[in-house]
Nanobody
Framework: QVHLAESGGGLAQTGGSLTLSCTPS????????IGWFRQAPGKERDFVAV????????YYSDSVRGRFTISRDNAKNTLYLQMHSLKPEDTAVYYC???????????????WGQGTQVTVSS
């Protein structure tokens, strides 16, 4: 099973930016995709974005499209979530996760990181 480790969370002001990183390690299955999800206190875990590790195709939730960018750096074996124009409602624990295909359904992801907190102050 793939191990995923997130980093880069923290505190930002409304309108600010943060970049999250996700580094996979361990054995992998082929092919697969990596997605970002977030969970605010008392709420369900919501899909944010996903990228294919095969062709770098991407897909975003409506709430972040145009503000967030998911990307990967194969040389560094790292995936990123660049977050711009942050809003207080973006406050959540952000998780990266691995799946055998591009999907927005969290139940199809079989590997999860430990999460990183993002807090956006108003």
């Amino acid at each position: 099973q793939v191990h995923l480790a997130e980093s880069g969370g923290g505190l930002a002001q409304t309108g600010g930016s943060l970049t999250l990183s996700c580094t996979p390690s361990g054995p992998t299955s082929n092919p697969w995709a990596i997605g970002w999800f977030r969970q605010a206190p008392g709420k369900e875990r919501d899909f944010v974005a996903v990228i294919s590790t095969i062709n770098s195709a991407t897909y975003y939730s409506d709430s972040v499209r145009g503000r967030f960018t998911i990307s990967r750096d194969n040389a560094k074996n790292t995936l990123y979530l660049q977050m711009h124009s942050l809003k207080p409602e973006d406050t959540a624990v952000y998780y990266c996760a691995g799946a055998p295909r591009m999907t927005t359904n969290p139940t199809e992801y079989d590997s999860w990181g430990q999460g990183t907190q993002v807090t956006v102050s108003s």
